[in-house]
């Protein structure tokens, strides 16, 4: 089809990876479906009379910004990829998308839903699409798949967090509040504090995201359940976040973002792997108790992480066998048993012992640092599920 009367975009290439480039490229599809369409505005032009290109406008630099200036990272490869959207594709499509290369938003029908550029998240979520495919590169199937929409879920509420400047308690965690057209029973499309309680509608059906690993929908729509298990690493998200405090997305975000990173999350990794690794890289970025509560986030869905090093303990037991040997219980943060047993070095002489926080005890219960021992609760194994075919969308 014949473009005529375009602007010409603006094509910079990334100089050098320290070098930022942030280069917005909004396209009009006219309600056809040849992409990109019409190019109606480029990065540092004005605003235009169309709400739907400024407002995906303001949400890919929002989204850009997270990503820049709290992780340090270069648009959405990491080597300056421009940002491209095309709006108003085809004539009332239900969805918004990421194809790869760029995003596309729908005008939505109106009975369901309002137009898709009309929440930040919902740019976020779609633009961390590209962030995972460039790099944990995660499969759009079953579990994978839903940690790859929990991950898009995840930075779509930090970008809109970030934007209103909204603490973990502050925030609503709901992904597309007020794209749901008037009469629809609904508040959002998710919501990751409450999976399962977004809408209840008629029209739409109800929301059946489960929030915890005992309620796992096995099924083979939805590429196995992309959409619908994702509500428990959501959950776990949001947990520990509220359990961390403050912004979340300078550590709880970081975290995952870092976990992201990590190379042992490989294309095919299950919840489990994902939380342990959560787990371990919040040992190594933050103290033990940004690890106990993400370890406790995870637990409260239904996932038990190993932790190698008990986290800051609750409560501290100590027994002395006849033997001289030391037995030592605790209740770490994430409320997990651990046992150890050890000879203690003044035998029967409790004033002789050094443990927990360096300080001399004589038995009482005392918090603080357990020793290296042995975890009695051991890991849940992730459900397998047959793979199928991909697709990114809401």
Not at 153 to 178: C, E, M, P
Not at 295 to 305: L, P, Q, R, S
Request: a negative charge; hydrophobic letters at 35%; glycine letters at 10%.
């Amino acid at each position: 089809m014949q473009r005529a009367a375009q602007l010409k975009p603006m094509t910079q290439k990334a100089k050098a990876a320290a070098t930022l480039n942030k280069n917005r490229l909004m396209y009009n599809a006219n309600n056809l479906t040849d992409l990109p369409g019409k190019l109606v505005r480029t990065e540092g032009q004005a605003a235009t009379n169309d709400v739907d290109v400024d407002d995906a406008y303001a949400g890919f630099g929002a989204t850009f910004d997270l990503f820049s200036d709290i992780y340090k990272r270069n648009s959405i490869d990491d080597k300056g990829m421009d940002m491209i959207a095309t709006v108003h594709y085809d004539v009332r499509y239900n969805n918004a998308f990421w194809d790869g290369t760029q995003m596309v938003f729908g005008d939505g029908d109106g009975t369901i839903f309002k137009r898709f550029t009309i929440s930040i998240d919902i740019m976020g979520h779609e633009l961390t699409h590209g962030v995972t495919e460039h790099t944990a590169g995660l499969e759009y199937h079953d579990q994978p798949g839903a940690l790859n929409e929990s991950i898009s879920d995840v930075f779509g509420s930090l970008v809109k967090q970030r934007s209103l400047g909204q603490t973990a308690k502050q925030a609503d965690w709901l992904i597309g509040a007020g794209l749901l057209a008037d009469g629809i029973n609904g508040v959002a499309l998710r919501s990751m504090k409450a999976p399962g309680t977004a809408y209840d509608d008629f029209l739409l059906g109800k929301d059946n995201q489960p929030d915890h690993m005992s309620k796992y929908v096995d099924t083979t729509q939805d590429n196995g359940g992309v959409h619908i298990n994702s509500g428990i690493p959501n959950k776990a998200f949001y947990l520990a976040a509220i359990s961390i405090g403050g912004n979340a997305w300078e550590v709880a975000g970081n975290i995952w973002y870092q976990t992201l990173l990590d190379s042992r999350l490989t294309p095919t990794a299950q919840f489990q792997d994902f939380a342990n690794l959560t787990v371990e890289n919040a040992g190594k970025l933050y103290d033990d108790a940004v690890k106990g509560s993400v370890a406790k986030a995870w637990k409260d869905v239904g996932i038990n992480v190993r932790v190698s090093d008990a986290p800051l303990a609750k409560q501290i037991s100590v027994a002395q066998n006849k033997d001289g040997r030391l037995e030592v219980f605790c209740i770490g943060l994430d409320d997990t048993i651990y046992h150890s047993s050890q000879l203690s070095p003044g035998g029967g002489d409790w004033a002789a012992w050094k443990p927990l926080e360096g300080k001399k005890t004589d038995g009482v219960k005392k918090p603080g640092k357990v020793p290296q021992g042995q975890k009695i609760a051991v890991s849940s194994s992730s459900k397998k599920r047959i793979p199928s075919q991909s697709t990114n969308g809401l």
